[in-house]
C-alpha cells in the first residue's frame, strides 16, 4: 500500500559529492515536493512542481535543484553536498488545489542525509 | 511568508485531554492543516479547517477562528499511541503548505 516511495532511507555522502534523492508516487498526482526536516524548524520547503518539467523555488533552494521529467517521479539533487546539508528530506505529492477542500499532501517516509 | 508558532512539547497522562495550540501570522490563508508524524515516520493528515468552528473526528478535534490567527487541535481519551509530533500547517494563496516546527507529545501511563 505504499504510495510514496523515496528510494533511499539513510545516506552517507562526502562534502563536496553530488547527491539524488529519488522520490515516485503512484496516485497520480499533479502536485511533488521537496521538504527538509530539522529539530526546531519543522518542514521548510525546498521546491515543488505542479506539471512534468515545471519547478518551482521553494522557502529554501538554494544548493538544490530538481528534475520532474515524468509525471510520478521528482527528484533532489544536491550537486555539491555541504554539511549543513545533513538533514531529514521528505516527498510529498497531492491532487491539484482546490479551495473547495482539502488538498492533502501524502508524504514519503524521509530520506535522512549525513553530509561528512 | 508564513509564521508559525506552537508549543515544543506537551505530557499528559493516558486518558486524559490534551490541547495543542497554533498560532499563525500569514500573507494569505486558505486553510490550516494538522498532520501526525510518530517517531522515524511519514507525516499523516489528520484534519483540515477553511471555516471559523470546530471540526470533529473521532478522538480528535481540531479548531479554527481566522480573525484571531489561532487554531487547536484537542485530543481526547489519550492513549499511548498517540505519543507523536503533532505539526500544525497552513496554506497560503500560492497552494504552498507552511509548517510549524511541531509540537511532542508524551502519553504516560
Known amino acids: 500500500d505504499v504510495k510514496v516511495t523515496q528510494s533511499s532511507r539513510y545516506l552517507v555522502k562526502r562534502t563536496g559529492e553530488k547527491v539524488f534523492l529519488e522520490c515516485v508516487q503512484d496516485?497520480?498526482?499533479?502536485?511533488m515536493f521537496w521538504y527538509r526536516q530539522d529539530p526546531g524548524l519543522g518542514l521548510r520547503l525546498i521546491y515543488f512542481?505542479?506539471?512534468?518539467?515545471?519547478?518551482e523555488k521553494g522557502d529554501i533552494p538554494e544548493g538544490y535543484s530538481v528534475s520532474r521529467e515524468k509525471k510520478e517521479r521528482f527528484s533532489l539533487i544536491l550537486e555539491s553536498a555541504s554539511t549543513n546539508q545533513t538533514s531529514m528530506y521528505l516527498c510529498?505529492?497531492?491532487?491539484?488545489?482546490?479551495?473547495?477542500?482539502?488538498?492533502?499532501?501524502?508524504f514519503g517516509a524521509g530520506s535522512r542525509l549525513t553530509v561528512l | 511568508g508564513q509564521n508559525i508558532d506552537q508549543p515544543t512539547e506537551m505530557t499528559a497522562t493516558e486518558g486524559a485531554i490534551v490541547q495543542i495550540n497554533c498560532t499563525y501570522q500569514?500573507?494569505?490563508?486558505?486553510?490550516l492543516f494538522w498532520y501526525q508524524q510518530h517517531a522515524g515516520e511519514a507525516p499523516t493528515f489528520l484534519s483540515y479547517n477553511v471555516l471559523d468552528g470546530l471540526e470533529e473526528k473521532g478522538r480528535f478535534s481540531s479548531f479554527l477562528s481566522r480573525s484571531k490567527g489561532y487554531s487547536y487541535l484537542l485530543l481526547k481519551e489519550l492513549q499511548m499511541k498517540d505519543s507523536a509530533s503533532y505539526l500544525c500547517?497552513?496554506?497560503?494563496?500560492?497552494?504552498?503548505?507552511?509548517f510549524g516546527a511541531g509540537t511532542t507529545v508524551t502519553v504516560r501511563a
Open positions: 512542481s505542479y506539471d512534468v518539467k515545471m519547478k
Open positions: 500569514t500573507s494569505g490563508f486558505n486553510g
Open positions: 496516485m497520480d498526482h499533479e502536485n
Open positions: 510529498a505529492s497531492s491532487h491539484q488545489a482546490s479551495f473547495s477542500g482539502a488538498n492533502v499532501l501524502t
Open positions: 500547517a497552513v496554506r497560503g494563496n500560492d497552494y504552498k503548505l507552511s
